[in-house]
C-alpha cells in the first residue's frame, strides 16, 4: 500500500502584487504571486523544493527509486527533465525518471502513478516533483492570465506503507477544450517563428501573442462547474463515503471566486475547505501539495484525517482521490 | 426556468434587495456585476434550471432589460404569464 510521506515547496524570490484596487483582485483573492528570474526554470524551482525535503533527513537521496516530474515549462524539447533532474540531486542512476505534462490535474495524476509504480512493486520511495513558471508564457498585459498565475513547485515523497493512504482515484479527460487553455505556438504543431511573436488585442483590449498562453475563462469556468461536482460524486461511489466522510477537501486553487462557486454548489462546510493562494497564486501542478502542506502546517488537517484531492484545468483534464493522512 | 426564477436568482447572486433589479437598472451601477458574475450566472441556470446558456450570452449589456432579452429565447412561459 502507498502513503504520502511528506511535502515541501519553493518558490521564487522575485513576486508582482496585483493592484489592491482593482474589484476583480478581490474576488480572485490573489495578492501576490512570484515570478522566477528570466533565467530560473521550473526545474530550478523542483530542485530547491526536493532539496529542502532530503534536508529534513525523512529520506536519502540514494534510496529514491523513481523521479516523477510534472511540469508544462521542461528545460528542453529534450532531453527528458526529470534525467537532468537526477543528475542535478545527485539521486542514484538505478533510479527511474520521466516527466509527465500535465497542469492543474497533474498532482492527482502524478500521485496515481507513484502508487501504481509502488503496488506493482517496481519502487518502494517515489519522488514526486511538480513545477510550473507560467510567468514565462504570460502576457502582462492580458488580464484573464495575468492577475492569476505565480511560479512554483513541490516535491512530495510517496513511499510504500503499512496503511491504505492513497486512493481511489477518478480521472478525467475532454480534448475537445484543449483550445480553452492553449500556447499555440512553440510547439511541433505550430513551430516557433516571427508571427509566433506579433501581439494581436482580443475583444477585450487583451494582449497576446501566439506564443502566450490564452484562457477562455468563462469556458474553463463552466467546465468546472460541471465536471468536478459529476467526478467527486463519482468518487464517492467507488468509495461507498458521503462528503461527511472526509475531514478537509483541497480544490486545486485556481481562484478563490470560482473555488468559493465550487464549494457553495457542493455544500461543503467552509471551515473543511482549503483556501491558500493569497500569497502565491494559482501555481499550476502545485497548488494541492502547497494547500495540503499548509493545511498540515496549520492544524487544520490531523493525523488519520481523510482528505479529498481534486485537480482540474488545462487538457481539459481532471482528477479526483481520496489520501490518508499519517505522520 | 421561468422569469420570476431567473430574476430571483440574478438577485441572489448580485446581492441586490429582492424587487430592486429594474428592466432600466444600469449593470455598471451594480458593484457586483462582472466577468466572474456572468460566468457564475451561467452555471447556476444550469445547476438550478437545468437551462444550459451560452457562456458568453451575457457580455455585452448594459441594462438589465438587455440581460432579460438574452436570455428570453431560453425561458419558459407559464399559462399565466404574457
Known amino acids: 500500500m502507498t502513503t504520502v510521506k511528506a511535502i515541501e515547496y519553493h518558490f521564487p524570490t522575485n513576486y508582482q502584487t496585483n493592484d489592491p484596487n482593482n474589484k476583480l483582485t478581490k474576488k480572485l483573492g490573489i495578492s501576490t504571486r512570484y515570478i522566477a528570474e528570466q533565467d530560473e526554470t521550473a526545474s530550478d524551482l523542483a530542485i530547491q523544493a526536493a532539496e529542502k525535503l532530503f534536508a529534513k533527513g525523512i529520506c536519502q537521496k540514494g534510496e529514491i527509486d523513481f523521479l516523477l516530474f510534472c511540469t508544462q515549462a521542461p528545460d528542453y524539447i529534450l532531453p527528458t527533465t526529470a534525467c537532468i533532474i537526477q543528475e542535478k540531486l545527485k539521486l542514484r542512476t538505478s533510479c527511474g525518471a520521466l516527466d509527465f505534462n500535465l497542469g492543474c490535474s497533474g498532482f492527482i495524476y502524478g500521485l496515481a502513478l507513484a502508487k501504481g509504480l509502488i503496488e506493482s512493486g517496481q519502487a518502494k520511495k517515489v519522488l514526486l516533483l511538480t513545477a510550473d513558471t507560467y510567468s514565462k508564457f504570460v502576457h502582462n498585459q492580458d488580464l484573464g492570465t495575468s492577475l492569476l498565475f505565480g511560479d512554483g513547485a513541490a516535491a512530495t515523497l510517496i513511499t510504500e506503507s503499512s496503511d491504505e493512504g492513497v486512493g481511489p482515484f477518478v480521472y478525467g479527460t475532454d480534448g475537445s477544450g484543449a483550445k480553452d487553455l492553449i500556447i499555440y505556438a512553440g510547439g511541433a504543431r505550430e513551430p516557433m517563428d516571427s508571427e509566433a511573436l506579433i501581439e494581436v488585442a482580443d475583444e477585450k483590449g487583451n494582449i497576446r501573442t501566439r506564443s502566450n498562453l490564452y484562457m477562455n475563462g468563462s469556458e474553463v469556468f463552466n467546465f468546472a462547474m460541471r465536471e468536478v461536482p459529476k467526478a467527486i460524486a463519482d468518487l464517492l461511489h467507488k468509495e461507498q463515503t458521503t462528503l461527511n466522510d472526509y475531514d478537509y477537501f483541497i480544490f486545486h486553487q485556481a481562484n478563490a471566486y470560482m473555488l468559493e462557486a465550487l464549494r457553495r454548489r457542493l455544500g461543503i462546510d467552509k471551515t473543511k475547505f482549503s483556501i491558500q493562494l493569497k500569497d502565491c497564486g494559482n501555481t499550476v501542478s502545485s497548488t494541492i501539495p502547497i494547500a495540503l502542506k499548509r493545511e498540515i502546517e496549520q492544524g487544520n488537517i490531523k493525523n488519520g484525517d481523510k482528505v479529498l484531492l481534486v485537480g482540474f484545468g488545462v487538457g481539459l483534464s481532471w482528477g479526483v482521490c481520496a489520501i490518508k493522512i499519517s505522520a | ?82
Open chain 2, 1 to 82: 426556468m421561468n422569469l420570476q426564477q431567473f430574476i430571483t436568482l440574478c438577485e441572489e447572486i448580485l446581492e441586490v434587495e429582492p424587487g430592486t433589479l429594474t428592466m432600466a437598472t444600469r449593470l455598471d451601477s451594480i458593484d457586483e456585476w462582472d466577468s466572474l458574475t456572468r460566468m457564475d450566472l451561467v452555471s447556476y441556470c444550469d445547476d438550478k434550471f437545468n437551462t444550459t446558456l451560452p457562456v458568453e450570452i451575457f457580455r455585452d449589456t448594459e441594462t438589465f432589460q438587455d440581460v432579460i432579452d438574452k436570455v428570453k429565447p431560453y425561458l419558459y412561459v407559464t399559462a399565466y404569464e404574457k
